[in-house]
């Protein structure tokens, strides 16, 4: 083996002793994902008919989370008990919020021929469910492991919401592939955005850390392609309809339509 550097072996090492325990990613990832098989069985080795096989599963990812907690040295068993109980009653309204998002992608998109196909095959889905996970043990003041998750469907998805991020019911997210949700955005029931959406801050100053930094958007607006909305001053008005590559640092009133105009040239080529 080739010798290393010794100043450089003894920086690592002592950070190395001076290190903070973080969540396992791995686990993380695990936990998610049989929480969702349990709510959304698929396989047929998921599938629990009755309540008690399925509260004994649950009681298995209630431990999987459990251990996850251990890495916060100042919590004890107690105090984890009780935010893993207030999480899990909080499992059937996390559910309806789920059920209502598949729903709203479903009735939105004319190739969408079921509810489970939405549920087992549609990105837009599985990103705002794993955000929902997330959003709530980011309630429960959990560190690193709401970042963790959102962090996971952002690399399965393309698609990166932020777990502190406030997102009403029936969201829908078509496509999905580059959307970008901020920290501190807000987004009201019933919008719709495609691809290449951006909820972002006009300014990455690290002294804007506790400022709303990100747009609000009203109920039931939609956000077409490549549209870019900038600003925690920026308030897009309920019923709103923003058009495709469209960049906004303003806030529009209620039943605006904003478009961006470009001219498009088509020439005939003559033959040859």
Not at 5 to 24: Q, V, W
Not at 137 to 144: C, F
Not at 191 to 207: D, E, F, N, P, R
Not at 248 to 271: D, G
Request: proline content about 4%; aromatic content about 8%.
């Amino acid at each position: 083996m080739t010798k290393m550097d010794e100043e450089f072996l003894k920086k690592i090492s002592a950070r190395n002793r001076s290190a903070e325990s973080y969540p396992s990613v791995k686990g993380t990832a695990e936990f998610i994902e049989h929480l969702l098989a349990l709510l959304f069985p698929n396989e047929k080795k998921h599938r629990f008919t009755q309540p008690a096989e399925l509260t004994t599963a649950l009681e298995l990812n209630r431990s999987e989370l459990k251990n996850l907690l251990g890495f916060q040295n100042d919590m004890d068993d107690s105090s984890g008990d009780k935010i893993l109980d207030r999480f899990y009653r909080s499992l059937p309204d996390l559910y309806k919020l789920m059920i209502r998002d598949a729903k709203a992608i479903e009735a939105g998109d004319p190739a969408a021929c079921s509810l489970n196909e939405v549920i087992f095959t549609y990105p837009g889905f599985y990103a705002v469910a794993v955000y929902r996970v997330a959003h709530k043990l980011h309630q429960l003041g959990i560190p690193y492991i709401p970042r963790i998750l959102t962090e996971h469907a952002h690399g399965k998805t393309g698609i990166d919401i932020h777990p502190s991020a406030e997102i009403g019911q029936k969201f829908c997210i078509d496509h999905g592939t580059g959307v970008v949700i901020g920290e501190t955005t807000r987004i009201g029931d019933e919008v719709k955005i495609y691809q290449g959406v951006t909820l972002g801050a006009l300014s990455v100053s690290k002294k804007m850390a506790k400022e709303k930094r990100h747009p609000t958007i009203g109920d039931r607006v939609v956000i077409y392609a490549g549209a870019t909305i900038l600003g925690g001053k920026c308030e897009i008005g309920h019923d709103s309809v923003i058009g495709g590559n469209v960049w906004l640092t303003e806030s529009v009133a209620p039943h605006s339509r904003v478009y961006h105009e470009s001219k498009v040239i088509i020439q005939q080529q003559k033959k040859t």
